[in-house]
């Protein structure tokens, strides 16, 4: 079986790599169709990469010669499943007969914020594409078979789709598997890119944080390196300010956190998915930070990484992806 992966940014993108991964792994053939050019695959999931520009969000939904050559591109790779990452490219199929699974990383109809700390110009370009998205979202739930990063979204997702199911944003066993547990670990971390911006998205917002506790950040490195960094470690940090979005939010940094061996802590808006978890722990604002940390009981690394082996990697995922395929159909 042909299935082609379509999303209007391109690779590397971890989710997308490592499910296409999932479905090579039982011998059929992926291939990748994106808005973006391709700078490199860390997975070696896809047999060929394609890719038509996307331009921007104002042509994606106003310029139909942009659509044509989309949908021209996937008559030509001619797949037997289109598995379209995220709602721009899910949305393109919605006229067309192609069996489709609708991958939804990130619930965009709830995001209506995304474009509040862009420019000017891109804000304008941005409205028709926020207007339109909820329309989208309603008729892909509808037709298409849906994968999703949350129980939140995936509940929500329910109410209009009867197959949904909830693929965690975990790492692969062999990422995780072999690295070292050092002694003498201390210290916390934050894994992202977010502080070398100007502004905070405003889900991400972290204004203030520094003031409040110390911290190290690790960003910009090979994700082999970066998860060998994290073992120096004993905290990791999800500490965003409160925002309404956290309800949908499933960061991945959090699962990395623990397979690396660290604690989790995290702001009590994104605690849901780790409600049992004993190695998570909330806090409720900045404020709260010093004393929370002060009273942060010392746990057993090795026990963490056991503990996420078998709870958080992305085998567990596996059975999900396979089974979502057995739904897919043209669109009615």
């Given at each position: 079986?042909?299935?082609?992966?379509?999303?209007?940014?391109?690779?590397?993108?971890?989710?997308?790599?490592?499910?296409?991964?999932?479905?090579?792994?039982?011998?059929?053939?992926?291939?990748?169709?994106?808005?973006?050019?391709?700078?490199?695959?860390?997975?070696?999931?896809?047999?060929?990469?394609?890719?038509?520009?996307?331009?921007?969000?104002?042509?994606?939904?106003?310029?139909?010669?942009?659509?044509?050559?989309?949908?021209k591109?996937?008559?030509?790779?001619?797949?037997?499943?289109?598995?379209?990452?995220?709602?721009?490219?899910?949305?393109?199929?919605?006229?067309?007969e192609?069996?489709?699974?609708?991958?939804?990383?990130?619930?965009?109809?709830?995001?209506?914020?995304?474009?509040?700390?862009?420019?000017?110009?891109?804000?304008?370009?941005?409205?028709?594409?926020v207007?339109?998205?909820p329309s989208?979202?309603?008729?892909?739930?509808?037709?298409?078979?849906?994968?999703?990063v949350?129980?939140?979204?995936?509940?929500?997702?329910?109410?209009?789709?009867?197959h949904?199911?909830?693929?965690?944003?975990?790492?692969?066993?062999?990422?995780?598997?072999?690295?070292?547990?050092?002694?003498?670990?201390?210290?916390?971390?934050?894994?992202?890119?977010?502080?070398?911006?100007?502004?905070?998205?405003?889900?991400?917002?972290?204004?203030?944080?520094?003031?409040?506790?110390?911290?190290n950040?690790?960003?910009?490195?090979?994700?082999?390196?970066?998860?060998?960094?994290?073992?120096?470690?004993?905290?990791?940090?999800?500490?965003?300010?409160p925002?309404?979005?956290?309800?949908?939010?499933?960061?991945?940094?959090?699962?990395?956190?623990?397979?690396a061996?660290?604690?989790?802590?995290?702001?009590?808006?994104?605690k849901?998915?780790?409600?049992?978890?004993?190695?998570?722990h909330?806090?409720?604002?900045?404020?709260?930070l010093p004393?929370?940390?002060?009273?942060?009981?010392?746990?057993?690394?090795?026990?963490?990484?056991?503990?996420?082996?078998?709870?958080?990697?992305?085998?567990?995922?596996?059975?999900?992806?396979?089974?979502?395929?057995?739904?897919?159909?043209?669109?009615?």
């Amino acid at each position: 079986m042909r299935i082609l992966h379509t999303s209007h940014g391109g690779l590397p993108d971890a989710r997308i790599e490592k499910t296409a991964l999932v479905m090579k792994n039982e011998g059929h053939e992926l291939l990748f169709l994106g808005g973006h050019p391709t700078s490199r695959q860390d997975y070696g999931a896809f047999s060929a990469t394609y890719h038509i520009p996307v331009v921007n969000h104002f042509r994606v939904v106003l310029d139909p010669r942009f659509k044509k050559r989309w949908l021209k591109a996937i008559d030509e790779i001619n797949p037997d499943i289109v598995h379209a990452n995220n709602v721009i490219a899910a949305a393109m199929m919605l006229e067309t007969e192609y069996p489709v699974v609708y991958d939804d990383h990130e619930y965009w109809s709830k995001q209506d914020f995304r474009f509040s700390n862009r420019s000017l110009v891109r804000r304008i370009s941005g409205k028709p594409l926020v207007r339109v998205t909820p329309s989208w979202e309603q008729h892909l739930l509808e037709r298409y078979p849906v994968l999703t990063v949350s129980e939140n979204i995936a509940a929500e997702h329910r109410q209009r789709s009867k197959h949904v199911e909830v693929t965690g944003n975990f790492p692969l066993t062999s990422e995780v598997i072999d690295l070292p547990d050092p002694e003498g670990r201390k210290g916390l971390v934050y894994v992202g890119s977010d502080f070398k911006f100007d502004k905070f998205t405003p889900h991400r917002d972290m204004t203030g944080l520094k003031d409040a506790v110390d911290f190290n950040i690790i960003s910009g490195v090979p994700h082999p390196e970066m998860m060998i960094g994290l073992t120096e470690y004993r905290i990791g940090l999800t500490p965003w300010r409160p925002h309404p979005f956290h309800r949908y939010c499933d960061p991945n940094k959090n699962y990395e956190y623990l397979n690396a061996g660290l604690q989790v802590l995290l702001t009590s808006t994104l605690k849901e998915p780790f409600k049992a978890d004993p190695y998570v722990h909330e806090f409720d604002s900045y404020e709260d930070l010093p004393q929370v940390l002060s009273d942060l009981p010392e746990q057993d690394s090795a026990e963490i990484m056991a503990h996420a082996r078998e709870n958080y990697v992305w085998e567990r995922n596996e059975g999900k992806i396979r089974g979502i395929y057995r739904f897919s159909k043209p669109a009615e």
